[in-house]
């Protein structure tokens, strides 16, 4: 519509053409009587053609219907639910991985959380007894202002891994998630706690969920049998790179299939123009018939 105003050229044309063929001619021997006398309403009538002008812009604008386009994006997907199930004991205070185990494996662990956008994530620490900060939820800010913050010591006792487990258990039990996953990460082998880890990792089969055993600076035979009943993995991270390099394995272990749907609403604004175009045409034939009205027409 908008290659209309390509015939701006011919308007203006035929317009200057048609007032010359309509003009009113008196001859004067002399116009030095009458030379720079010009009255408002004659300077007012050279915007007349301007007007005409404007108004068909505007109306070809309102013909190329303008929107406003209103887009919005749903997300429709079946995410995974994980819960991070940490240890916080104070072994984890050893500065053989620098500034210290506990720091690297939070890192780790917010690095890991980064990236998974659209599934529920809820975190539980353990030492000599469990506790859960966070249930699961799909604001991954919560989850990782509880990982920051976390502190070797928070808890007493030495290393209840059994316990650990079951606490994170507990907030998969009503999950409704296609995939439920557990990642625990210790440095120590279970020496407290009520629960037995091969106990709690037959509780994490029967409910169906996994568990992916990470064991900072320490080969555990214990954690590769929870991991092996459940179904899942268990590494060894002798480093922080190590660290980063499992998490980013379990990440490509627990993908969901996500569908994005776009959709797209639009709020017509071709009416403005085509209003303006209306007023412009009817402030022009008023000017035109009334204060700026010549004589003879």
Known sequence: MFSLLLLLPLFIFFYIKNIRKKGSYVRFSNLEGVRGIASWRGQLRKLLPWLRV??????????????????????????????????????MADPDLRPNRLEVAKQAALQFVEGRKYDRIGLSIFAGEALTL????????????FIRNLQFGMLPGLTAVGDGLISGLNRLEQSQGISKVIILLTDGENNAGYVQPLTAGEAAESLGAKVYTIGLKIRSPILQKISAISGGKSFYAGSQSALATIYQEIDQLEKTKVEIAV????????????????LLILLELFLNQTILRTLPA
């Open 134 to 145: 966070s249930p699961l939820t799909s604001d991954h800010s919560v989850v990782n202002h």
């Open 54 to 91: 404007l108004a068909y812009c505007s109306i070809v604008v309102a013909l190329a219907r303008p929107q406003k386009a209103l887009q919005e994006e749903k997300v429709e997907a079946e995410g995974i639910d994980i819960m991070l199930v940490m240890d916080v004991s104070k072994s």
């Open 263 to 278: 959709v797209k609403r639009y709020i017509e604004r071709f009416h403005i123009f085509a209003l303006i175009g209306i």
